[in-house]
């Protein structure tokens, strides 16, 4: 059993700090000023609550979503 951890732990503890590296990467990207100024003419009534109540990070990182949900291509019809 202790040699099962043993070998296993250093492989999930790499793929954790891959995952965690992925959701931290948007979290260090400073906002800039076309994107908030993009932000305030687009922004849903929800993404301005959260900008009143959470601050500008948690609010710009809901619209980023909305906008990336909006941009992907949809899936191919299935013939």
């Not at 951890?5 to 965690?20: S, T, Y």
């Not at 979290?27 to 000023?33: I, M």
């Not at 100024?37 to 849903?44: G, M, S, Y």
Request: glycine share 4%.
């Amino acid at each position: 059993m202790v040699a099962l951890i043993v070998i296993l732990f250093p492989p999930l503890l790499i793929a954790f700090l891959l995952v965690m590296e992925r959701v931290e990467e948007p979290l260090r990207r400073p906002t800039g000023s076309r994107e908030v100024a993009e932000f305030l003419t687009t922004a849903t009534p929800g993404e301005v609550d959260t900008l009143t109540t959470s601050g500008i990070r948690r609010a710009m990182s809901r619209w980023r979503r909305r906008r990336r949900a909006r941009t992907r291509p949809a899936a191919p019809p299935l013939v």
